[in-house]
């Protein structure tokens, strides 16, 4: 997708009002019928991953929308919030390949059929990467909006998180991971929660897992886990 296709998705985050954002995050699981409360969204190879590896990007960004077109006064079928993953081929430009991402109400991220697999450089432990999305699914429904909104010191202001970029480093790592399993590979996008610091003034810890789509349900597979570096505001292009 390109910037005039995101953007709305892109002005719709940006202008939702605060008391809102927690309505984004709950979607209709069409399986059993039971409204749920995000917590993965999905990107395949048939999907993206094979335009993304030959972009052969130097960063990824992760990007915030919301569909503009969906109910505010009752839950839709898939959450209002959508993510978008942007492939770069310059830390300081924003290129037009945007890759939308789509519910995994079933990713198996919180499950036992899926092992954690030993973390390699630039990747971030199983038992934090649970720890973030554990947070996030405990997190009470009124207190959902505090993790996407901090101050911001350089700015002296109150900000609502728009983006959050990978570093160099964790981007190559990120694609090596993907071209061990292609194709029969899925990049996962599991919402977190985590401490506050100095680098990160945002709640919101999003954490990327790669893992192969060969996996069963009741069968074993692992994950490899990657964490964000750089949340915009303070650090935008």
């Given at each position: 997708?390109?910037?005039?296709?995101?953007?709305?998705?892109?002005?719709?985050?940006?202008?939702?009002?605060?008391?809102?954002?927690?309505?984004?995050?709950?979607?209709?699981?069409?399986?059993?019928?039971?409204?749920?409360?995000?917590?993965?969204?999905?990107?395949?190879?048939?999907?993206?991953?094979?335009?993304?590896?030959?972009?052969?990007?130097?960063?990824?960004?992760?990007?915030?929308?919301?569909?503009?077109?969906?109910?505010?006064?009752?839950?839709?079928?898939?959450?209002?919030?959508?993510?978008?993953?942007?492939?770069?081929?310059?830390?300081?430009?924003?290129?037009?390949?945007y890759f939308?991402?789509?519910?995994?109400?079933?990713?198996?991220?919180?499950?036992?059929?899926?092992?954690?697999?030993?973390?390699?450089?630039?990747?971030?432990?199983?038992?934090i990467a649970?720890?973030?999305?554990?947070?996030?699914?405990?997190?009470?429904?009124?207190?959902?909006?505090?993790?996407?909104?901090?101050?911001?010191?350089?700015?002296?202001?109150?900000?609502?998180?728009?983006?959050?970029?990978?570093?160099?480093?964790t981007t190559?790592?990120?694609?090596?991971?993907?071209?061990?399993?292609?194709?029969?590979?899925?990049?996962?996008?599991?919402?977190?929660?985590?401490?506050?610091?100095?680098?990160?003034?945002?709640?919101?810890?999003?954490?990327?897992?790669?893992?192969?789509?060969?996996?069963?349900?009741?069968?074993?597979?692992?994950?490899?886990?990657?964490?964000?570096?750089?949340?915009?505001?303070?650090?935008?292009?």
């Amino acid at each position: 997708m390109n910037l005039t296709q995101v953007k709305p998705y892109l002005d719709s985050w940006n202008r939702c009002i605060t008391t809102n954002i927690s309505g984004l995050f709950f979607g209709l699981d069409k399986s059993d019928g039971q409204t749920k409360k995000a917590a993965s969204f999905k990107l395949e190879y048939s999907e993206g991953l094979k335009e993304i590896l030959e972009i052969a990007p130097v960063s990824l960004r992760l990007f915030m929308g919301c569909n503009p077109e969906s109910s505010r006064e009752s839950i839709n079928d898939n959450p209002p919030f959508v993510p978008f993953l942007q492939a770069n081929r310059s830390e300081s430009q924003l290129e037009e390949h945007y890759f939308k991402m789509n519910w995994a109400p079933d990713s198996l991220f919180l499950e036992p059929q899926i092992k954690p697999a030993d973390s390699g450089v630039n990747e971030i432990p199983a038992e934090i990467a649970y720890s973030y999305s554990l947070s996030w699914l405990k997190t009470p429904y009124n207190e959902l909006a505090e993790a996407f909104e901090a101050y911001i010191g350089s700015t002296n202001s109150f900000a609502r998180i728009k983006s959050c970029r990978f570093s160099v480093e964790t981007t190559q790592k990120i694609l090596e991971r993907i071209q061990e399993l292609t194709p029969n590979v899925a990049l996962f996008l599991h919402l977190g929660k985590g401490a506050r610091t100095p680098s990160q003034p945002f709640d919101f810890r999003p954490v990327i897992g790669i893992r192969s789509t060969v996996v069963e349900r009741g069968g074993e597979g692992d994950e490899h886990n990657f964490d964000v570096s750089y949340p915009c505001p303070p650090l935008c292009p």
